[in-house]
């Protein structure tokens, strides 16, 4: 999916996108946005003046190099805005490589909810790998469907803590999916051989009954 695609799919009620990306980073052509809608870019420490709600999202470029990256920690400005409020996260992390526990403990602190992950086709934006779009909440909320079965927290529950869990969940399936895909490619291509090698046991059978031939079939003595 491209970045564009992601967006488009979250800019409901958007009246106002904030880029929060390093100074150096430009990918505003990537993004594609409406004209009806007004961009700027502003730091991470702007949002406390500005408590960004549902009628603005948040795009970041997040990763591990502070020249060009949001880090992980920066993440607690998303703290700032009100619930309701969504992000998208830009990662410069290859998926299966995704520095999980930094990640879930900087949402933890934001309250803030993983609400979809999307992988990214690495050839239009190069070292940007997957996105997740994240949304600023006071309580989880049910998504997707795999919580449904989950109850709602409790007056006692931290919120927090639940928080984390409901994140885990989502990255952790996320970070895993890339090695069950290659699990699923190699089961696929052993049970090609297995078929290639059944195919060839059969033909070398028929082969040698072929040279070998029926076997002679005892007959009658001579008369003399």
Same mark, same amino acid.
């Given at each position: ?8 799919? +979250?800019? =409901?009620g ?15 052509? +990537? ?23 549902? &009628?603005?999202?948040?795009?970041a ?11 992980p =920690? ?29 990640l ?22 190069? $070292? ?43 990255? %952790?399936?996320?970070?895993? /999916?890339?090695l069950?895909?290659?699990?699923r ?12 090698l ?11 009954? /072929?040279? %070998? ?5 005892? $007959? &009658?003595?001579?008369?003399?």
């Open positions: 999916m491209r970045v564009s695609e992601v967006l488009s799919a +979250h800019l =409901d958007v009246r106002d996108v904030l880029d929060i990306s390093r100074a150096s980073v430009d990918l505003l052509r +990537h993004y594609q946005l409406p004209e009806e809608l007004t961009y700027a870019r502003v730091g991470a420490a702007e949002l406390r003046d500005r408590s960004p709600g549902p &009628e603005q999202l948040l795009i470029l997040v990763g591990y190099e502070p020249s060009v990256h949001v880090v =920690d920066e993440l607690a400005a998303l703290a700032d805005c009100r619930p309701g409020h969504r992000s998208v996260l830009l990662l410069g992390w290859p998926i299966a490589e995704l520095p999980t526990n930094l879930l403990t900087a949402l933890a602190a934001a309250r803030c909810q993983i609400v979809a992950t999307v992988p990214l086709s690495t050839a239009r934006i190069r $070292g940007v790998h997957a996105a997740l779009v994240v949304r600023r909440v006071d309580h989880p909320v049910p998504t997707h469907g795999y919580l449904q079965d989950v109850p709602a927290a409790p007056p006692a529950e931290q919120p927090r803590a639940l928080l984390r869990m409901v994140n885990e969940y989502q990255l %952790t399936d996320f970070a895993h /999916r890339p069950r895909q290659r699990l490619e190699l089961a696929e291509q052993v049970e090609e051989q297995r078929r290639l059944a195919e060839r046991d059969d033909l070398l059978r028929r082969l040698e009954q /072929r040279l %070998t031939g029926p076997e002679d079939e005892p $007959g &009658e003595p001579d008369q003399p």
